[in-house]
């Protein structure tokens, strides 16, 4: 089963806006990660937020987490035509050590870049 | 540095039959996870492979199996294969701390597109 939604499930938007993707998740969390997936391909990991963490930044991304609204976002700024790909936020839970390492996906949020 | 690596690349089958897919983790890492992608879905976990064993599993019935070797690498078996077992399979390696029981980064291959005919 998905534990997270990311919001909106498509995204349209020129070179050089910022986007903007939202995950909303259901339990306890102890991570939540981003992740990019280009046509069908690999996952490449882009950002980890620990639960105790509000705020994080690399590059052009910045992911924000809100425990509790359970919910994270996910921004780029200044988007490229590269950044064209499905984003996904993954949830992992530790539950007392037994569910460590589990990672639960959502549906993801296609992001199209035009040039 | 290696990243991880997965074969084969792509595979068709028919029902019935088995399918192994192999996968080697990222270097310094010693636990590999499993996760099957259906077409336009999020990765959904298997199960998880640390010395050796299996530590945890998703919800996938036992025809799913797996194996970690001592050089960290593992198979993911899949028997009596079914059409809805078409996806892309992906496998994940990461550094497990025990002690602190920190979720590390899980860092993907590029998977093996399993067709089911």
């Known amino acids: 089963s998905q534990q997270g939604e990311e919001d909106p499930q498509a995204l349209s938007i020129q070179e050089g806006e910022n986007a903007t993707m939202n995950c909303s998740y259901k339990t306890s969390i102890n991570n939540l990660q981003w992740y990019r997936q280009n046509s069908g391909r690999g996952l490449v990991h882009l950002i980890l937020?620990?639960?105790?963490?509000r705020e994080k930044h690399s590059g052009r991304l910045r992911v924000t987490l809100d425990t509790s609204k359970k919910s994270s976002s996910l921004l780029i700024t200044a988007s490229r035509a590269a950044d064209t790909a499905s984003y996904f936020c993954a949830t992992g839970v530790h539950a007392g050590g037994t569910s460590y390492g589990k990672l639960t996906f959502g549906q993801g949020t296609i992001l199209t870049v035009h040039p | 540095d290696a990243g991880v690596t997965q074969s084969p690349t792509h595979l068709i089958k028919t029902r019935g039959q088995q399918v192994t897919l192999r996968c080697s983790p990222k270097s310094g890492h010693d636990t590999v996870s499993w996760y099957q992608q259906a077409l336009g879905q999020g990765p959904q976990f298997i199960f998880q492979?640390?010395?050796?064993?299996?530590?945890q599993r998703g919800n996938f019935p036992d025809r799913f199996s797996g194996h970690q070797f001592p050089n960290y690498s593992s198979e993911l078996n899949v028997n009596a294969l079914l059409l809805g077992d078409s996806a892309l399979y992906l496998c994940?390696?990461?550094?497990?701390?025990?002690?602190?029981?920190?979720?590390?980064?899980?860092?993907f291959g590029p998977g093996t597109r399993l067709t089911v005919l």
């Open positions: 937020i620990r639960s105790n963490e």
């Open positions: 492979y640390y010395e050796e064993e299996e530590r």
């Open positions: 994940a390696s990461s550094l497990d701390r025990v002690t602190t029981r920190i979720i590390n980064e899980q860092f």
